[in-house]
């Protein structure tokens, strides 16, 4: 146990540090965005590029671990939108961003490094690769369309699809992807400086990540939002993970098994908090209260849930490094 929490007391002292940063007025939201942005459009997409490029195409890209991923978040969503309670009194647009937040995990500012201290950054980036594909290609690319389309009826699907990927093709983090992808396929290595350059980008991602974390709960509040939130939080941290689960055994028993690390560095990643711009999401479909809340208790929840995730990982022998 003391060697999970040496994974796990780590990550969260470093959310401490920005949650404190920002209470002791040392960062201002100014200055908390401009280190996000820097995560967002510098650190990630190095990180992601370095993990595509420094291998071929079918060393990176695991298409069990893809598909598996893939189907457990898009079951994730399917039953946030089809639960009773929500079809009964939530709209179209609630339903739909509250699925959102169940089935998107935070790879890159939470998950990545988690999995980077458990199973080395190598691993941790290739499976973040794989997670973001399945977040930014089609979980909130689908969310976001049905939250249109249900708070404008007169809305066409079409429409809103067309404006999601119209924002999407913006998205460094898409970018990176869609270049490391064909640089991987073409088999090009990087020079060995830029190659350098993005390894030194991507170290800073984790940390940085953390520590606007931090700074971005500061402030949240839960009052009156607390059926919603703890459905979200349940449905993020509980559900997400037993469904991916159930959907990688199920590709074990059809096709080979999947090497342990990938299947670990799989759970690590379902098993994180949403999305760190969940609120930012939910703000624009007049959300931001339930959005803002539901992040901060699945982040602080997910110390608990993670290290019971990371043991359960340990005795069964799928992460070496923690046995």
Avoid at 122 to 127: E, H, K, L, N, S
Avoid at 186 to 203: K, M, V, Y
Wanted: glycine share 10%; net charge positive.
């Amino acid at each position: 146990m003391l060697a999970i929490l040496s994974i796990t007391t780590p990550i969260f002292l470093l959310i401490g540090v920005g949650f404190l940063a920002r209470r002791w007025n040392l960062v201002s939201p100014v200055q908390l965005s401009g280190v996000a942005n820097f995560v967002l459009y510098a650190a990630l997409p190095a990180l992601i590029l370095g993990a595509l490029t420094r291998n071929s195409l079918g060393e990176v890209i695991s298409l069990p671990l893809l598909a598996a991923y893939a189907l457990g978040s898009v079951a994730t969503f399917v039953a946030c939108l089809w639960l009773p309670r929500n079809r009964q009194k939530k709209s179209p647009t609630e339903r739909a961003i509250q699925a959102l937040g169940m089935s998107a995990s935070n790879s890159g500012f939470v998950a990545y490094p988690i999995a980077a201290l458990a199973l080395g950054q190598a691993a941790a980036g290739i499976i973040m690769v794989h997670t973001m594909m399945v977040e930014i290609l089609l979980v909130i690319p689908g969310a976001l369309v049905l939250a249109e389309v249900g708070q404008q009826r007169d809305t066409r699907a079409g429409d809103a699809l067309r404006q999601t990927l119209t924002r999407l093709v913006r998205n460094p983090i898409l970018i990176s992807l869609s270049l490391g992808l064909a640089l991987a396929a073409l088999g090009i290595r990087l020079p060995a400086t830029l190659d350098r350059t993005i390894e030194l980008l991507a170290g800073a991602a984790g940390p940085a990540a953390l520590f606007v974390i931090g700074g971005t709960l500061y402030g949240l509040k839960i009052r009156g939002m607390v059926k919603d939130m703890g459905q979200i939080m349940l449905g993020k941290l509980v559900l997400h993970p037993l469904l991916v689960l159930g959907m990688l055994l199920a590709f074990q028993a059809v096709l080979a098994p999947l090497p342990p690390l990938i299947f670990a560095g799989a759970m690590i990643f379902a098993a994180c908090p949403m999305i760190s711009i969940y609120p930012l999401i939910a703000q624009r479909f007049g959300m931001e209260g339930v959005g803002a809340a539901s992040l901060m208790a699945s982040t602080l929840s997910s110390f608990v849930t993670l290290s019971i995730v990371l043991w359960a990982l340990s005795h069964t022998g799928l992460m070496p490094l923690l046995g």
